[in-house]
């Protein structure tokens, strides 16, 4: 039977004797890389750390440090200084603050067709440029795949994005995700891969096809990925891995769950308006529009094809006085290669602003536009107050459009652009940097791991106890966010690798006396319990959220309904999710009321009756999987994990 690409990678990497299933049922994979940056990294290994291992078990495994490389007070440095020294003890490559961007490195050092990776951030499938599964996962997941352990996901639908004819013009490979961004919306993906396939794949380089698989996670799909042909095989041999390439290219007449079809020729400049990716408009229908800022960099566009167009196009000229041009490469190796060819000098000759090989602007280390600025830049979000400046507005194009923009102060109709500049081509060879990765030594175990003030050690949880006699500590109402449980914020964030200091903010803007009542419950097993109304836990996917009140001593969440990647988090830390049988139960209940919890009467998907002092029996439900509820029993995953690999 003729596979398509995504088949024949996620069945070479099935563990023992499973087979693909249809679309939704779960599979297990075996993951050969992962990769962190620092913001999401420092929890996974702190994580990873609490498994007790002495190695990781990955075929490689990549921490990078990209998110926050500003250095101002002590935790960002030592954030670095624990990721450095936690990556040469248990075996993983180091990439300190400026060498890039963990994406656009991975793809030229590291990536390989044919193989799996699993990375904390969500824009990891920018590998799938290169011909591989390449996945976002949680903090969690990935801790547990550097440990060895199979990665599981729903099997995805796979779509065949079939391409035709030739860009023209000024449009890009980013006019390409643009186009079925605005066709297929930021919910178009869920559940899907896209396989990039047809005639017009091979008029693609990898640069390219790594800005469209990156900004696949915009659609949210499972991810996205091109077959590894020759355009691999060059891009490979150019930066001196010709020995990482293998023919992976879906079989003549592979089935697919769906096709969509684009040609290539068709396309012209586009550009997406705040505050969605999706909103997507040809560039000329802006034209007029002043520009204050002009950003091109991240991990969607940095590479040195992107930035040696913009310098090209800027070469003795000079941008408008009223726009601030901002250019960060996406690699020290990109950097390099700009200055080799000496395309360095036109960009500051031209006003441009050269940042660090980072995120920076992208995640608002810097570069926030004026206020009520219209800023256009070459990322992949363009969510409002994620540049810094609430009421900026961000429109997402290509850095042809970026650099336009720049000279000309203001969005203007590529009709009247004339020629754009010769593609670049890469070279055949390009300098390397791989000398400033730190690789680990084959024994690491005489390494010290260092942390400063900030960074405190996972503590391990206890299990569930048979009985659990508590109370309700906090009584919501419904859509109770994960804002609401943590709130965000520089000051807390800074705090992501201290669970204890962290935990003093949870439900801080809900409830000020939450946090005190739960310590002056100390001592007992479970010191108490949340009441939540509908929807308990929506929104972002921070694990936070649970760990928090878990350190605190919650040990279960009674709610009418809870939302789905909570009550995950929830089980993964050892926190019971309950629902209310009756809802009409939860107007019965009040904070303080005493609870009686026989925990040894839960059974998988069963009832049981809870005793509430002054109120009588009240009939909860559980929605968990005999898995699900052995890991909490032990307390959470990481104990679970634990004991299952001790037996
Ligand atoms: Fe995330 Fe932006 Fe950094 Fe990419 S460049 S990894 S989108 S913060």
């Not at 068709?266 to 802006?286: F, I, N, S, T």
């Amino acid at each position: 039977m003729p596979q398509n690409l995504t088949h024949k990678i996620l069945a070479a990497h099935l563990v023992d004797g499973a087979s693909l299933g249809a679309p939704g049922s779960e599979i297990s994979l075996r993951i050969d890389q992962t990769l962190t940056q620092d913001a999401t990294g420092t929890m996974a290994y702190l994580q990873f750390e609490a498994l007790g291992l002495d190695r990781v078990q990955t075929e490689l495994s990549v921490s990078y440090v990209d998110h926050n490389t500003l250095q101002m007070g002590f935790r960002n440095p030592d954030d670095h200084r624990y990721l450095r020294t936690v990556a040469k003890r248990y075996g993983l490559v180091y990439s300190p603050p400026g060498t890039g961007i963990c994406h656009q490195l991975h793809l030229e050092n590291f990536a390989k067709p044919g193989k799996t990776l699993i990375g904390s951030d969500s824009h990891t499938p920018t590998a799938g440029g290169l011909g591989m599964i390449a996945m976002g996962a949680g903090g969690l997941s990935v801790a547990l795949a550097m440990a060895g352990e199979p990665y599981r996901i729903a099997m995805p639908k796979v779509v065949r994005v079939n391409l035709t004819g030739k860009l023209t013009g000024w449009a890009t490979g980013k006019d390409i995700i643009l186009h079925l961004l605005g066709m297929l919306t930021v919910k178009g993906g869920v559940g899907k891969v896209f396989e990039y396939a047809g005639p017009g794949v091979k008029t693609l380089t990898v640069p390219e096809r790594a800005t469209i698989t990156n900004m696949g996670a915009e659609l949210g799909a499972t991810t996205s990925l091109f077959p590894a042909d020759e355009r691999a095989r060059d891009f490979l041999t150019s930066m001196g891995r010709a020995d990482d390439y293998e023919e992976w290219v879906a079989d003549e007449g592979a089935e697919y769950d769906e096709t969509i079809e684009i040609d290539l020729s068709k396309l012209e400049p586009l550009a997406a308006q705040p505050h969605m990716p999706d909103r997507v408009v040809p560039v000329r229908e802006l034209a007029g529009m002043a520009v204050s800022q002009s950003a091109i960099g991240s991990c969607t566009n940095s590479s040195y094809a992107d930035l040696k167009s913009v310098a090209q196009m800027l070469t003795g000229k000079r941008i408008s006085e009223t726009t601030d041009l901002l250019v960060s490469p996406g690699s020290k190796q990109v950097m390099k290669m700009l200055a080799h060819e000496n395309l360095i000098e036109p960009l500051l000759d031209a006003g441009a602003r050269m940042l660090e090989a980072s995120c920076g602007p992208c995640i608002g280390m810097g570069g926030s536009p004026i206020s009520e600025g219209v800023s256009v830049r070459t990322f992949n979000r363009n969510f409002e107050g994620r540049s810094g400046t609430q009421d900026a507005k961000v429109y997402l194009t290509s850095p042809l459009v970026a650099a336009r923009v720049a000279l000309d102060g203001a969005f203007t109709d590529p009709a009247g652009w004339g020629e754009p500049p010769a593609f670049p081509e890469l070279p055949a060879t390009t300098p390397s940097i791989r000398h400033l990765f730190i690789f680990p030594p084959e024994d690491g175990s005489g390494v010290e791991v260092l942390r400063g003030p900030n960074i405190v050690p996972l503590e391990t949880f206890s299990e569930l106890p048979e009985t659990i006699g508590t109370r309700i500590l906090l009584k919501t109402g419904d859509d109770i966010t994960t804002d609401h449980i943590l709130p965000a914020g520089a000051q807390i964030t800074a705090l992501r690798s201290n669970i204890p200091a962290i935990s003093e903010y949870i439900f801080s803007r809900v409830d000020a006396e939450f946090v005190s009542r739960m310590k002056s419950a100390e001592g007992a097993p479970c010191r108490g319990v949340i009441l939540g109304g509908e929807n308990y836990g929506q929104g972002s996917s921070r694990e936070h959220a649970a760990l928090g009140p878990r350190h605190l001593g919650v040990c279960a969440v009674i709610t009418k309904s809870l939302a789905r990647i909570h009550r995950a988090n929830l089980v993964n830390f050892g926190i019971l999710p309950l629902l209310l049988k009756n809802p009409a139960d939860y107007d019965r209940l009040s904070q303080g009321t005493e609870l009686t919890i026989a925990a040894t009467d839960l059974t998988p998907g069963g009832t049981i009756a809870i005793e509430a002092k002054g109120v009588g029996p009240i009939e909860v439900i559980n929605d968990l999987t005999a898995t699900e509820l052995a890991i909490i029993q032990a307390g959470g995953l990481l104990n679970y994990v634990r004991a299952k690999r001790e037996q």
